[in-house]
T-cell receptor, first 110, second 116 residues
Framework: RKEVEQDPGPFNVPEGATVAFNCTYSNSASQSFFWYRQDCRKEPKLLMSVYSSGNEDGRFTAQLNRASQYISLLIRDSKLSDSATYLCVVSTGGGNKLTFGTGTQLKVEL | GAVVSQHPSWVICKSGTSVKIECRSLDFQATTMFWYRQFPKQSLMLMATSNEGSKATYEQGVEKDKFLINHASLTLSTLTVTSAHPEDSSFYIC????????????FGNGTRLTVT
């Protein structure tokens, strides 16, 4: 079983739609959780950290369920510019060593 | 904000040659930097953790004699792919974090290596 699992997609949605991605992680000792965005042939960029209480940043909402070991990302009012691959990232143990999911590809269409 | 700079952005080299990639933290000091590799349609895989002033820690399966890492200062880490072969062609990305452990990392812009 992979340490971090995501549905690779692609998810094709119309502009303005609401879309949600889930991610599961296997190590219950994982401490920190993030969503990164990666555009084609570019480096990943931090989208948001994920907290147990849930957090929101504009159109983006992230949730963490430690009991079920899953993380979610909700995107409201999708824009064409949201088209990218969304990476679920988990940090386990001390230090900044991260484990990446394979990513979920989102395509927002007119 | 924190910026990590990586050079070169892309390189094409012949099989058997060595390629050096630089990773710099521009406005913060990074005692630890990370080197990742990403093959097409796959996730980023951690290759090694670069520690300033000491030896790098390599992940299982990564040859330390082939991927030489030097972290001579708090703002610079280098990765040298020695005797590169076509199977080393990949997207190499460095990252560094500032502040406390488990803080989000910032990534360099990546280096696309093609070995012919």
């Amino acid at each position: 079983r992979k340490e971090v699992e995501q549905d690779p997609g692609p998810f094709n949605v119309p502009e303005g739609a609401t879309v949600a991605f889930n991610c599961t992680y296997s190590n219950s000792a994982s401490q920190s959780f993030f969503w990164y965005r990666q555009d084609c042939r570019k480096e990943p960029k931090l989208l948001m950290s994920v907290y147990s209480s849930g957090n929101e940043d504009g159109r983006f909402t992230a949730q963490l369920n430690r009991a079920s070991q899953y993380i979610s990302l909700l995107i409201r009012d999708s824009k064409l510019s949201d088209s990218a691959t969304y990476l679920c990232v988990v940090s386990t143990g001390g230090g900044n060593k991260l484990t990446f999911g394979t990513g979920t590809q989102l395509k927002v269409e007119l | 904000g924190a910026v990590v700079s990586q050079h070169p952005s892309w390189v094409i080299c012949k099989s058997g040659t060595s390629v050096k990639i630089e990773c710099r933290s521009l406005d913060f000091q990074a005692t630890t930097m990370f080197w990742y590799r990403q093959f097409p349609k796959q996730s980023l895989m951690l290759m090694a953790t670069s520690n300033e002033g000491s030896k790098a820690t390599y992940e299982q399966g990564v040859e330390k004699d082939k991927f030489l890492i030097n972290h001579a200062s708090l703002t610079l880490s280098t990765l040298t792919v020695t005797s590169a072969h076509p199977e080393d062609s990949s997207f190499y990305i460095c990252s560094a974090g500032q502040g406390a452990y488990n803080s989000p990392l910032h990534f360099g812009n990546g280096t696309r290596l093609t070995v012919t």
